[in-house]
C-alpha cells in the first residue's frame, strides 16, 4: 500500500521515445547541459571561494608550528565544540519548528492562514543584533517584563538564551523553503493515499514528510550555517562560539593571522556539514509528480487542533516579533517624552532599498546557472560548484567583508569601495539562499519536461529558455526575497565595503544602539523591519494569485 | 506564454538599470582622477596645492586637490558635525567612513599602499599602535606633537589622542552607599563584591586596562585580580554600553567601564539611576584616549594634518570637554571640562600609551583564566 513513487518515475522515463540523450532520474548526465550554463557556473564558484583564498593568504603568515598549536588548543576545540551543539541544536529546533508550521500556514484550514503564512516569516526580517538586544532589555533581570509584570523570567543569557533567539530569527529559513516545497507537491499521491485509506497524520508522515526532504534539508543548512557565522546574538548573549572568537581576535589583537586560521577552521567545519547534508537530502525532494503542482491542493481540516495550532502561532509571534518591536517602540516612545529629536532616515531607507534590491537580483543572476546545473547534471563539479556557494555564507561577515577589501583593492580597483562592490559582497555572502530556492524548485519537476521538449525538436538552448528557465521562476522569486531580507539587515559588508557616506538603516541601527543612542536607533530599525516585510508579502500574495 | 513574455521583459529592463546604476558607481572614481591629472599637467607647476590655492581658497593656508577621507571609529553623531565645521573653515572636503575602531584598522591594514583613508581616527590607543606597529602611518609635524599633553600622544610621533577617557567605576545609586565604594578597582576581587559586579572583557577598553596592569603591577598581579573577579562571579556584559545599561536596571550593581557612557543615558533618561565612581591615583582610574593618525601612503598628507590641527584647536578642544553627549577629557593643556574632575584630581597611574600594544598576551591571559572563552 505504500507509494512507489519512483517506481511511478522509472515507468513514465520508460513510456518516453528513446532520444539520444535521455536522462535517467537519479543519474542525470552532464552531457544534457549546455555551456551557457556551466560556463558561468564555474566563473561564480569562483567568485564564491574568494574569501577561502584570502584565508589561506592571511593564515599563510603563521609559522608552522603556531598553525597546529592554535588548531589544536583546549580552548580552539571548546568553541568548535560549542559552536557545533549550537548549530545542530538550533537547527534541529528550527525544523521541529519550521515544518509543522510551514504545513499549517500551506495545507491546513488554520485560522487568519493567509496572515500567519506571512507573519511567521517576518522574525527573520530583524538583524540578529537588534533582536538579541531586545530580548535582553526585556528579559534580563530587572528587563521590561520584570518591571512591568512584576516576574523574573527565565535569563536571556548563555546557551539557551542564544538557542532561544537563534530559533526564533533564523526559523523562517526553515519555515519559508518547506512552504515553497509544499506548494510545489502535487496533491494526487496525497489523495491517494487518503483514498487507500490511510488518516491525514500517517499520510503527512509517509507521503508529504519524504517529498519536503531536500526543501527541509535545505532549510536547515541554510540554518545551520548561519548559525555558524552569527555575531550578534552571541556576543549580546554570552555565548562563544568560533565566529565570536574570531571577532575576539581581529578586535582585541589586531591579528589577521590567528584570526584567519579561526576561519579556515570554520571554512572545514562548514564542508563536513555540507557533506552530511547531501547525504541527507540526496535529491530525493522532488520527482514525484511529472508536472508539479497541477492544481492547489484543499486545505486539511485540524478540527480540534484548529485553536491551538493557531495559539502556537501567535506564541511564535509575540516572542519572535511582537517582542522586539515592543521593546523598539518603547525606546522611541521613551525618548520622544525626553524631548529627543527624531530623523526619520529616508536616505538611508532609499539605500536600503536599492543595494538589497540590487543585490537580489544579483545573486539570483549568479544562482541561475549554478542552480540549473546541479539540479540538471549528476556531475561532481556541479555538485562541487553548488556546495563551493556556501563558503561566503558560513563565514562571519567581517570575515568576507576583509577578503573582498584584500582583493578588491588590488584587482578591482576602480570598483572599490562602490555599490558595484558593494552588490558583489552581497552575492557573496548570499548567494547559497538563491541557489538552495531554485534548485529546490527545479528539482520538484521532473526532468522528463525537459526531455519531452527536446524529443519535441528544441534544441538545448531552446529548452533551457522555454522551459527550464520558467520552471525555476518560483525558486527564484522566493530566492531573490530571502536575499533581499537578509541583505537589507547585512552589517559588516556595507560599513567597508559601501561607497563612503552610503549610510544604510542596519548602519543607522548599530551605530545608534552602540552609543547606546536607542531612540535613535528605533525609527531606522522599525522601518527595517516594515520593508523586510514587504518582499515577503509580495512573494505571499503572488504565489497565491498563480495558484 | 504571453504573460512570461512580459515578465521577461520587465526583468531585463530592472536588469538594465542595475547594470546603468552600477555603471555609474563604477565610473565615478577613475572620472575624479583623471581630472585632477589633466589640472595638474596644464598648469606645469611643480607644487599643485599652490596651483589650486590660487584658484578657490584664497583665505586657507593649506588647501587639497580633492576631499580628504577619514575611516572613523568615532561616532558620527559624536563627529560628524565637526568635519563639517572644518570644511566650512578650511574648504577642505572631508569623506567620512564610520565604522568599528578596530574592524576599521583590520581594513587599514588588508588595503595596505592603496588605502583609500588619509586618516584614521580611533576610539582606542591600541588600534592606532597597530597601525603604527605595521608602518602605515607617518610622523605628525612637531607642531601637532607640541599642542598635546606628551602622555596623550604616542612616543614615536605617529599619532596623537584628541580627547582623554577615563575609566571608573560606574555605580546604581538606588543599591549602593557611596561611603561602600572601593578606592581601588583592585578591591572588587574581594568577597564582599561577590555577584555584584559587571565587566566587559572582551572591550578594548577593558582589555587597555588589563595591559597596563600587567605592566605597572606585573604578571602575577593582574592574574590573580583576574581570577579573584571570576571567582566572585563577575557578570560579563558584551560592551560598555551594555554595563551601564545593566547597571541602570539593577542586574548588577557595579560596573567597570568608561566615564562617559553614562551621559548619554542621562541624555534620554534624566532619572537613570547610575552615577560615575572616580578612582584617583588608582591603576583602575586609568585614561585612555580617541586619537588620530596620518596614513603614510596618504597623497594629501598636509590637508590631513590640518584637520588633525582643527581637533586639536581651543574651539574643538573646550566643546569635547562641555558637550552633553560626550563629555571628554581635552588633551591640550589649559583648556579643562567643567563637569569632570581635573586630571590632576584624578592622578592616572603613569602609563605609556604605545606600551598597550601588547594586546596579544592581554588576549592571552584573559583566555587562560576562562575571563573570555
Redesign the interface.
Known amino acids: 500500500m505504500s507509494i512507489e513513487a519512483p517506481t511511478t518515475s522509472d515507468q513514465l522515463t520508460r513510456q518516453l521515445p528513446d532520444g539520444p540523450r535521455r536522462p535517467r532520474v537519479g543519474s542525470r548526465r552532464v552531457a544534457g547541459v549546455h555551456p551557457a550554463i556551466w560556463v558561468p557556473a564555474l566563473l561564480v564558484a569562483a567568485a564564491m571561494l574568494l574569501p577561502a583564498l584570502y584565508l589561506l593568504v592571511a593564515t599563510a603568515d603563521l609559522p608552522l608550528a603556531r598553525i597546529v598549536e592554535i588548531a589544536t588548543d583546549e ?1 580552539t576545540l ?2 568548535a565544540g560549542r559552536t557545533l551543539l549550537l548549530g545542530t541544536s538550533v537547527t534541529l529546533a528550527c525544523l521541529v519548528l519550521g515544518v509543522p508550521l510551514a504545513w499549517l500556514t500551506v495545507r491546513s484550514d488554520l485560522p487568519a492562514r493567509r496572515f500567519f503564512a506571512i507573519a511567521t516569516g517576518l522574525p527573520l526580517v530583524i538583524p540578529t543584533f537588534v533582536g538579541a538586544f531586545a530580548l ?2 526585556a528579559f ?4 521590561l517584563v520584570q ?1 512591568w509584570l512584576g516576574v523574573l523570567p527565565p535569563s536571556p543569557y548563555g546557551f539557551w538564551g542564544a538557542f532561544v533567539a537563534l530559533t526564533l530569527f533564523s526559523f523562517p529559513y526553515v519555515l519559508i523553503t518547506v512552504q515553497a516545497g509544499l506548494r510545489g507537491i502535487d496533491p494526487s499521491l496525497e489523495e491517494a493515499s487518503r483514498l487507500l485509506g490511510n488518516g491525514p497524520v500517517r499520510t503527512f508522515f509517509k507521503v508529504t514528510l519524504p517529498q519536503l526532504r531536500a526543501s527541509a534539508a535545505a532549510g536547515g543548512l541554510l540554518v545551520m550555517l548561519y548559525v555558524f557565522s552569527d555575531f550578534g546574538a552571541v ?2 548573549l ?1 555565548y ?1 562560539t568560533f565566529t565570536r572568537g574570531l571577532f ?9 593571522s590567528p584570526a584567519a586560521l579561526l576561519g579556515l577552521l570554520l571554512v572545514g567545519m562548514t564542508i563536513v556539514v555540507i557533506v552530511f547534508e547531501a547525504r541527507v537530502a540526496r535529491d530525493r525532494g522532488g520527482q514525484f509528480g511529472a508536472r508539479g503542482p497541477t492544481r492547489a491542493a484543499p486545505a486539511v481540516p485540524l478540527r480540534a487542533w484548529r485553536w491551538p495550532a493557531a495559539a502556537l502561532c501567535v506564541l511564535v509571534l509575540l516572542v519572535g516579533l511582537v517582542t522586539p518591536v515592543t521593546v523598539i517602540v518603547y525606546w522611541l516612545v ?2 520622544i517624552a ?1 524631548g ?1 529629536q527624531l530623523n526619520v532616515a529616508l536616505g538611508p531607507a532609499w539605500r536600503s532599498i ?1 543595494s538589497a534590491g ?1 543585490g537580489a ?2 545573486a539570483v ?1 549568479a544562482a541561475l546557472p549554478v542552480a540549473i546545473w546541479s539540479s540538471r547534471s549528476s556531475s561532481r563539479i556541479a555538485r562541487l560548484v553548488e556546495r563551493a556557494s556556501f563558503t561566503g555564507y558560513a563565514l562571519p561577515g ?1 570575515v568576507v ?2 577578503a573582498l ?2 582583493f578588491g ?2 584587482l578591482a ?8 562592490m558593494l ?1 558583489f559582497a552581497y552575492v557573496v555572502l548570499f548567494l547559497p539562499q538563491a541557489v538552495g530556492a531554485i534548485r529546490t524548485s527545479l528539482l520538484q519537476v521532473n526532468p522528463n519536461v525537459e526531455a519531452a521538449s527536446r524529443v519535441l525538436g528544441s534544441d538545448r538552448l531552446a529548452t533551457l529558455r522555454r522551459v527550464t528557465l ?1 520552471l525555476a ?1 518560483r525558486g527564484a522569486l522566493a530566492g531573490g526575497a530571502l536575499v533581499f531580507l537578509t541583505a537589507l539587515k547585512e552589517l ?1 559588508a556595507t ?2 565595503l559601501a ?3 552610503f ?1 544604510t538603516l542596519p ?1 543607522r541601527v548599530w ?10 536607533a528605533s525609527i531606522p530599525a522599525l522601518l527595517l523591519i516594515l520593508l523586510g516585510s514587504v518582499p515577503l508579502a509580495v512573494a505571499m500574495i503572488r504565489e497565491r494569485r498563480e495558484r | 506564454m504571453r504573460t ?1 513574455t512580459t ?1 521577461g521583459r520587465l526583468l531585463a529592463a ?2 538594465a538599470v ?1 547594470l546603468l ?2 555603471a555609474c ?2 565610473e ?3 572620472a575624479t582622477e583623471p581630472d585632477a591629472a589633466v589640472d595638474d599637467t596644464i598648469a606645469g607647476d611643480t607644487d599643485p596645492a599652490d596651483d589650486v590655492g590660487e584658484e578657490e581658497a584664497e583665505e586657507a593656508e593649506v588647501t587639497a586637490e580633492g576631499p580628504i ?1 577619514v575611516y572613523s571609529g568615532r ?4 563627529v560628524g558635525f565637526i568635519f563639517d565645521d572644518f570644511e566650512a573653515a578650511t574648504g577642505i572636503e572631508v ?6 575602531t ?6 587599514i ?4 599602499d ?3 583613508a588619509d586618516i584614521y581616527f580611533g576610539q582606542d590607543a ?2 592606532l599602535g ?1 597601525l603604527q606597529d605595521q608602518g602605515l602611518l607617518t610622523e605628525l609635524p612637531e607642531d601637532i606633537l607640541d599642542t598635546v599633553e606628551p602622555a596623550f600622544r604616542s612616543r614615536e610621533g605617529q599619532w596623537t589622542g584628541t580627547t582623554g577617557r577615563v575609566r571608573v567605576l560606574a555605580y546604581n545609586t538606588d543599591l549602593v552607599e557611596t561611603a561602600e565604594l572601593p578606592d581601588s578597582i583592585l578591591d572588587l576581587a574581594e568577597p564582599e563584591w561577590e555577584g555584584r559586579v559587571g565587566w566587559a572583557p ?1 572591550n ?1 577598553s577593558f ?1 587597555a586596562f588589563v595591559t597596563a596592569l600587567r605592566v605597572i603591577e606585573g604578571e602575577d598581579v593582574a592574574r590573580e585580580w583576574l581570577e579573584g573577579m571570576i571567582a566572585n562571579g563577575a557578570v ?4 560598555n ?2 554595563i ?3 547597571i ?4 548588577v550593581e557595579v560596573g567597570i567601564t568608561n566615564h562617559y ?1 553614562l551621559f ?2 542621562l ?4 532619572d537613570f539611576p547610575v552615577a560615575n565612581h572616580f578612582l584617583p591615583g588608582d591603576i583602575g582610574g586609568l585614561v585612555n584616549i580617541a586619537g588620530m593618525g596620518v596614513l603614510a601612503s596618504s597623497d594629501q598628507p598636509d590637508a590631513a594634518f590640518e584637520l588633525v590641527r582643527y581637533l586639536l584647536s581651543e574651539d574643538v578642544q573646550d566643546f569635547f570637554g562641555q558637550n552633553a553627549d560626550t563629555v571628554e577629557f581635552p588633551v591640550v593643556p589649559g583648556v579643562d571640562a567643567p563637569e569632570l574632575p581635573t586630571l590632576e584630581e584624578i592622578d592616572p597611574p603613569d602609563v605609556d600609551l604605545s606600551n598597550l600594544e601588547d ?2 598576551g ?2 592571552q591571559l584573559l ?1 587562560e583564566v576562562g575571563a ?2
Request: aromatic share 8%; glycine share 8%.
Open positions: 580552548q571548546r568553541l535582553v532589555a534580563a533581570p530587572g528587563g518591571e556576543s549580546i554570552r562563544s575576539l581576535q581581529y578586535r582585541s589583537a589586531f591579528d589577521r521613551r525618548g525626553a529627543e536599492l540590487l537580483l544579483a543572476a567581517i567583508a576583509l577589501v584584500f583593492i588590488r580597483t576602480p570598483l572599490y569601495q562602490t555599490l558595484a552588490v520558467p521562476r559588516p560599513l567597508l561607497p563612503t557616506g549610510d548602519t551605530s545608534a544602539t552602540e552609543e547606546a543612542f536607542y531612540t535613535r | 512570461l515578465r530592472v536588469a542595475a546604476a552600477v558607481g563604477a565615478e572614481d577613475p577621507t561616532n558620527e553623531d559624536f569623506e567620512v567612513r564610520y565604522g568599528d578596530a574592524e576599521l584598522a583590520a581594513t591594514v588588508e588595503e595596505g592603496a588605502s583609500p591600541g588600534a597597530a572582551t578594548g582589555q560579563e556584559f558584551q560592551n554600553t551594555a551601564v545599561e545593566g541602570g536596571r539593577g542586574e557612557y548619554r543615558f541624555a534620554e533618561d534624566p594586546l596579544q592581554t588576549l583566555q573570555v572563552s
